[in-house]
Each structure stands twice: as structure tokens, then as C-alpha cells.
């Protein structure tokens, strides 16, 4: 069955560390997602990707990049980690730009604390 | 920029129906997709409506009003393994999936 992994699934880091969070899909999706969840806030975007070499920034991206080399990885990347980017980390993809990007599938998630 | 509104808590009774509502402020707005996330789970896909109306899937139906910017999830025959928080999501063009604050569903006997 197709699916999309993450890991690690759970990380502590010290301040000012780079730490990369991966995610492999088997759906072939072009479309894929970096969100965050943190409590009183929902899901918010931090990057994404539409295809081969194409990233895009989100609502959150500051701190954090992504890149793009093949279609079944997206790696998020935070250069110098803070305290406030611990957080719950949600990679997703989708199918297309239609209908069916409405329908996201989601790993299950990586738990990220800064100390 | 864009705002989604909806409940922070709701409690129903098992067996019972229950609505959840969710109003937007969006432009750009192709269509409203809700999930399901339960406590330590990862989020997963309900619904999508594309077009006005109701839209069902066993227990679960979806309605959308373009005109007045607003939807529901409609939970029917609550079971207590609906108890989880629950998210809608407004799909706008050319850009992914925003979602709202989302909704604490509690179900009691």
C-alpha cells in the first residue's frame, strides 16, 4: 500500500542546532506539504512543493527551507533551531492542483523539541 | 488575507447528531474539505465540497454554501470513538489547503 513516512518521529535538539525532518511518499504525488500544529493554532503551512524543484514558502516559513530533488521526498530543514519552532510536524501530499488537493494524506507526524 | 472560523468545543451526547459549522472569509475559494484527528493521531480526510450542497459518506455528510460562505460536518448516530478534534480546511486557488483552529468534539454517554 502506498504511504508517506516520517522521521524521526520524535527529536530533541539544543538551540542553534540544524535539524532536518524527512519525508518519503509512495503515492507519486507531484503535490506535497510541511504544516506545523501547535495548540490554539491549528495547522499552519510552512512550505510546499508542487513538483520536481519547485518549493514555495508558507505562512511560517521563517527559519525553515525545503527542497526538492525527486518525487517521493521532501526534507524540512531548520538552520539554527529556536525554542519557539518546537512544535508537532505534519508533512502531507496530494494528488493534484483539482479537486483532489483537497484531499490530503498525511504522515504521522514528528514531535520536535527545542530546548 | 483569509480567515476560517469555527467552534473550539463541542459536546454531544453518544448517539445523538451533531454539526459543526465553519464560516470563511476567503478569496479565491474553490471548495472546503474537513479531517479527523484524534489526540496523538495524524490528521485524516472526511470530505470535500466542491459545489453547494450536501455531500454524504456513511455517518458523516458535508454541506457547503458558497453564497454565504459557510459549511457543516454533520455527525450522525455518535459513537465514542468520534470523540477527536475535528478541521475544516478551505481549498483557494493557487495556494494549498488553509485550515481553521479546529473543533474539540466530545462524546458522552
Known amino acids: 500500500d502506498a504511504e508517506i513516512t516520517q522521521s524521526p518521529r520524535h527529536k530533541i535538539t539544543e538551540t542553534g542546532r540544524q535539524v532536518t525532518l524527512a519525508c518519503h511518499q509512495t503515492?507519486?504525488?507531484?503535490?506535497m506539504f510541511w504544516y506545523r500544529q501547535d495548540l490554539g493554532h491549528g495547522l499552519r503551512l510552512i512550505h510546499y512543493s508542487y513538483g520536481v524543484q519547485d518549493t514555495n514558502k508558507g505562512e511560517v516559513s521563517d527559519g525553515y527551507s525545503v527542497s526538492r530533488s525527486n518525487t517521493e521526498d521532501l526534507p524540512l530543514t531548520l538552520e539554527s533551531a529556536a525554542s519557539s519552532q518546537t512544535s508537532v510536524y505534519f508533512c502531507a501530499s496530494s494528488e493534484s492542483r483539482g479537486r483532489k488537493a483537497g484531499e490530503l494524506f498525511f504522515g504521522e507526524g514528528s514531535r520536535l523539541t527545542v530546548l | 488575507g483569509q480567515s476560517l472560523e469555527q467552534p473550539s468545543e463541542v459536546t454531544a451526547v453518544e448517539g445523538a447528531i451533531v454539526q459543526i459549522n465553519c464560516t470563511y472569509q476567503t478569496s479565491g475559494f474553490y471548495g472546503l474539505s474537513w479531517y479527523q484527528q484524534h489526540d496523538g493521531g495524524a490528521p485524516t480526510f472526511l470530505s470535500y465540497?466542491?459545489?453547494?450542497g450536501l455531500e454524504e459518506t456513511g455517518r458523516f455528510s458535508s454541506f457547503l454554501s458558497r453564497s454565504d460562505s459557510y459549511g457543516y460536518l454533520l455527525l450522525q448516530e455518535l459513537q465514542m470513538k468520534d470523540s477527536a478534534s475535528y478541521f475544516c480546511a478551505v481549498l483557494l486557488e493557487n495556494t494549498p489547503l488553509v485550515f481553521g483552529k479546529g473543533t474539540r468534539l466530545s462524546v458522552i454517554a
Open positions: 503515492w507519486n504525488h507531484n503535490n
Open positions: 465540497n466542491g459545489l453547494d
